[in-house]
């Protein structure tokens, strides 16, 4: 599976902006698929998450702003983001593993088999 992100940006705090994840060379629908962001001369952070079936699982920095969904009919998954914080500043990434993660896995960086190349989020205050 080949991951492709986009969507990102530059945008005034309070804003929104949405986030791609397209997959080819195979459908990903069962997939979990993760967001993670790395700020500069930070670690890798979980975002958010959803699995087969549609189980979701946020960091409590973006939950109740940022949503992950799928589209399944284009195998690509979704992260829409609003009331955007200067915090938020960071190369976005998605990840995608074939398992049924646990959500406790989900959180993790090492759980994740394919990654895609990262999109740039800046959000100025």
């Known amino acids: 599976v080949q991951l492709q992100a986009s969507g990102g940006g530059l945008v005034q705090a309070g804003g929104s902006l949405r986030l791609s994840c397209a997959a080819s060379?195979?459908?990903?629908?069962?997939?979990?698929v993760g967001w993670f962001r790395q700020a500069p001369g930070k670690e890798r952070e979980f975002v958010a998450a959803m699995r087969g079936g549609g189980i979701t699982s946020y960091d409590k920095s973006v939950k109740g702003r940022f949503t992950i969904s799928r589209d399944s009919a284009k195998n690509t998954v979704y992260l829409q983001m609003n009331s955007l914080k200067s915090g938020d500043t960071a190369v976005y990434y998605c990840?995608?593993?074939?398992?049924?993660?646990?959500?406790?896995?989900?959180?993790?960086?090492?759980?994740?088999?394919?990654w895609g190349q990262g999109t740039l989020v800046t959000v100025s205050s």
């Open positions: 060379g195979r459908t990903f629908n069962t997939y979990t």
């Open positions: 990840a995608a593993d074939r398992g049924a993660l646990i959500t406790s896995s989900m959180w993790r960086t090492l759980s994740y088999e394919y």
